[in-house]
């Protein structure tokens, strides 16, 4: 079903003001779900929409609330998300991040009671386009099993860096620092196919490569996989992304927060949030352009399959990009639509209308 | 061969005065390598003397330089190593930045020229000695292939970070983003022994599990592996270091960077490294006690086989430590010993003592 990317975004704000929502926050949200249909990861735009909504319905997420600083310094600032929209702490916490960098070279913000952001590298991005490099982490409900253990005790605990280059081009890294997201287990598993070893545990705490299986039990391996083939580095990644979030900011550390379902029950899942600017003017001269060296140099490398170009970090995401923005429109599976066509209905917004 | 811990440490010490490392440089060189053989990392130990050597005598690296600050503010630093040794940069600019983060809140410290600094969480831990989080990244020579690459383009790019727990207890990451350092292959090798997949490339740009191609070749794969397992997750991690060192500081880019073995011809590496310190007083109370408790949590977790208990990041290299320093003598291999013996007489200093 074809969508055009301001009736999807239209949509989404409609719905967000629907329960309750302000404008500006509900537009905020939707910036960030609208940007991750664009560049191509499904799983984190309107597909989240609905939990996002339920989290509002629940009352473990309000709208209306706003962040405040508790604590701050020249570069570095602890906030209280007050259990508002991941949007509305992202936001905040990064804008902090940014005009701390603007005066101190470095800006470094931890938030606590916040709600689920989106995608990482949305946040990055932000301070990206100010000539920053910007970074994003956050923890998440568990679905990582530390190395040799049986049972999940980290989230996928993502990592967003992005850097300018020359010319408006930049790097832009942002990962799940599980060996995959748990989206990538679902589309197997609506295939009917199965997936790689290395991806997930079954019940038994073994390696399993049955997609179903892997989705029930929700054992992600770390970036990395088994012991063997260093799954314990992915372990420490996020182990890493743990310290500057739940430590810093004195939310729930993963192992004690609630799961994250269509409607999920618990109160708000005070998850923490860090977030970090870097002003490049503060070191050596001609950062952009070594930046755009870096990126030619590999995007011009020599593949081992020729049908399948070397990228760079977020070159992926750029290509899909360009094409949904040139196309105008977003491509939603008959079955999503459908699903927001009735939730439409359930809250009382005009559902999205198809090209 | 068992060698006595400060044995080993007066022979470092003075194998580097013998050519012309000034005292002070020459302890705090041989701290670093000695603690990489304490942990257990014995690559970055002993092992990388003879190349530190090799470096000050062909005047690629200049032991008596000293490193000077080009630009700083409050928070930030863009340090010039000047060809010093790369402990003697590491130590100057880790400094630095643990004292910004004192003041700050946050510290981030970029060096250009300098050279091979040991082990990455060696630097990270002297930040949190203080009570504060360290965290430590250098490019490295060419090694990693990038995704879909027949050839090198990035190093082993690692990334460190050392948090402190209460009673003395911390979180430390030291982490190539490569699959496996290049050690690991040669340690198979030694024992004729394959690879598992995923570890690196042969010459065709296909995997290999051949320890002696592998070694050879040199073309290791980021952590991940290969593309359909997110090997292009280390990839960006890789370039994530890059930015954060070459990017800043205008040291060389890891795809122009020399390579490094024990006779490496072409001057100075002119390496970029990354140091920065956050200060946890500065965000929310209660930190130390917070990762005391997700260390606690994931130790005591099920494992999926009793005899291998589940490890906090860090642990592996703790418990090395305790033995070590409880036996109070590191064990080299026969042959690294009689290495060293020779090289001893070569440069005119007494040869380690066995007990």
Redesign the interface.
Known sequence: MEVRIEEARRFMEQSLMAVQTPESEAKAHADLLVHADIVGHFSHGLNRLEFYINDILSKATVPTAKPVI???????A?VDGCNALGATVSNFAMDLAIQKAKK???G?V?A?RSNHFGMAGYWALKAEREGL?GMAFTNTSPIMV??????S?LGTNP?A?A?PATGGDS?V?D?ATT??AVGKIEVQMHKDEPI?E??ALGPD??LTTDSKVAFDTANLLP???LE???G??????G??V???C?????SK?T?NIRGWEVNSQGGPPDLGHCFVA???E??????AE??A??LH??RS?????PS??????GDKERINSEETTKRGTIIYAQKQYERYFNIAKRIGVQPMETV
């Open positions: 508790l604590k701050e310094t020249e570069a570095t602890w101190a070279g470095v470094w931890a606590k490099i530390p190395t040799r253990a049986k049972k005790a990592i860096m850097a790097i890294v990962m060996a995959v790689p290395g991806w705490g073994k970036l990395g996989g063997e083939t260093s314990y580095k992915g372990y420490g990644l182990a890493m743990e310290v500057f739940s430590g810093l900011s004195g550390s192992h870097i002003d490049p503060c070191f050596a001269p001609g950062f070594r930046i060296d870096c140099h590999w490398m020599e593949p081992v399959d399948l170009p070397v990228l760079a970090p």
